[in-house]
């Protein structure tokens, strides 16, 4: 058999080991490599891919599924050099997968920042080998997807946070309204921007200072009120006046401080209509070893389905709590009576949320509660805060954290020692201080030193506890 000879519309019936053959082949002509990037096997389609003699258009269209092939494909010097443009020939989803290779030459984010495509510039914008002339470059960009990735982007300086705090476009804004370095100035800004999705952002930000609270409390959008409700670090009047709000999203927020034949069985268990298996999983005769298997269902109809269950027993409660769905192991963290093993596999979920609701658990020992409050995430380390049965020794690091958020949240505790009282009421934090003062029953001297507190917030709260 000769390549050239092969008819293109017979291609994709060749067998793998033929059409490997094939597509391997320096003889392979243009016509026989587009008919091969069609065929059913990958193995066939990454082989063209990696052809010299793939033409342009073809390449453009495997770049996506095979970009590592593609880059590695020996005629590409002599391609680019007749196609200056290439890569903006290619689609969009092809060049992306191209920056997804972590060693892509400099080539690729030459041609993804001329694309036209900007959601492929937004790609390249989020890349971490970015210089900083680049960076600045896609931070002008008209795409609003792109300057959005920038505003991402962990290394950014404070010119171009400064510059992206004031973009025209709410989304980018609402990206910078959540960096831990956004300079004061530049955040109250945002307090009193006029897209209520960016206000809203602000109200989410763990470190809202004192004065951005109060000023957001007047906001006259139900959601940039209920956001800021749902704070647990909020003044008490202040949630005192949500609590009156007009918009019943706004109160509620306020509200918050979680006998068939046995061969019929086996039959349904193997039912290709997860619906069926999903039946199967609520009968209330279904056993153990079934529901263990059924947990690692493929279809996310079957394991949502085996949260309706309160009988579950340890192997299905522990497949579940590794569901690939966020909301289901959320689920899992939360309830009630959950196996040693699946806390320990909870422990190291990759979301923080899901950190979080473990950390307030009563049954969760002091060494797994310790885990979680050296936790990376504030959010997590808070919430350990918040833990009934946390110790002296953990309760004095968070007392200690980075994070005024944790702080605050150690500092309403009815709980703390004399010692860490003493050290909270001298916080650099307003809002930690704010809480003490709210503390009842405050020893006599730290009452004193309150009240001669520089924050008028710290006095006015500390008569009212008088």
């Not at 890569?87 to 969009?92: K, T, V």
């Not at 307090?191 to 930000?205: E, N």
């Not at 470190?207 to 008490?236: G, I, Q, S």
Request: hydrophobic share 45%.
């Amino acid at each position: 058999m000769t390549y050239p000879d092969l008819d293109p519309r017979t291609l994709t019936a060749l067998g793998p080991a033929g059409a490997l053959e094939a597509a391997a082949s320096a003889r392979a002509t243009a016509e026989t490599l587009s008919g091969l990037s069609a065929h059913p096997d990958a193995r066939v389609r990454a082989q063209v891919a990696r052809n010299p003699n793939t033409p342009a258009e073809v390449l453009g269209g495997l770049a996506a599924q095979f970009p590592r092939e593609f880059l590695a494909n020996p005629g590409l010097p002599l391609l680019r050099l007749a196609r200056p443009g290439l890569l903006n020939a290619f689609p969009g989803d092809a060049v992306a997968a191209l920056l997804g290779v972590p060693d892509a030459p400099a080539w690729v984010s030459d041609g993804a920042l001329r694309h036209d495509d900007a959601s492929v510039r937004a790609v390249l914008a989020a890349r971490p080998d970015l210089s900083a002339d680049r960076v600045a470059a896609l931070a002008g960009d008209h795409g609003w997807q792109v300057r959005e990735a920038v505003a991402k982007r962990p290394d950014l300086p404070e010119e171009l946070r400064r510059k992206l705090a004031e973009d025209d476009d709410y989304d980018v804004r609402k990206a910078i309204a959540l960096r831990s370095d956004l300079p004061g100035d530049a955040l109250r800004a945002l307090v009193g921007d006029p897209h209520s999705l960016v206000r809203a952002q602000v109200a989410r930000r763990l470190d809202l200072p004192l004065d951005c609270m109060l000023t957001l409390a007047t906001d006259d959008d139900p959601d940039v009120l209920a956001t800021l409700a749902r704070r647990l670090d909020l003044p008490r009047k202040v949630r005192e006046w949500l609590s009156q709000s007009t918009h019943p999203l706004v109160r509620a927020a306020a509200l918050q401080a979680w006998s068939v034949p046995a061969a019929w069985l086996e039959q349904a268990e193997h039912d290709a209509d997860p619906d069926v298996r999903a039946a199967l999983v609520r009968r209330p005769d279904a056993p153990p070893e079934l529901l263990e298997r059924l947990a690692r269902d493929e279809s996310e109809t079957v394991r949502r389905a085996l949260l309706e269950r309160n009988d579950l027993p340890e192997g299905a409660v522990l497949a579940l709590a590794q569901a690939p769905e966020l909301d289901i192991r959320l689920h899992v963290a939360s309830a009630e009576d959950v196996p040693a093993s699946a806390l320990d596999a909870l422990l190291g979920d990759e979301s923080p949320d899901v950190r979080t609701i473990l950390a307030v658990r009563p049954d969760l020992g002091p060494e797994r509660l310790a885990r979680l409050g050296a936790d990376a995430s504030a959010e997590v380390r808070r919430g350990a805060a918040l833990a009934p049965e946390v110790t002296p020794d953990l309760l004095a690091d968070l007392a200690a954290d980075p994070s005024p958020g944790v702080r605050r949240t150690v500092a309403t505790r009815a709980d703390l020692p004399a010692e860490l009282l003493r050290t909270l009421a001298a916080d650099p934090d307003e809002g930690v201080r704010l809480m003490i003062a709210a503390q009842p029953d405050l020893p006599a001297d730290l009452r004193a030193r309150l009240a001669e507190d520089e924050s008028e917030n710290v006095r006015r709260e500390l008569r009212k506890e008088a």
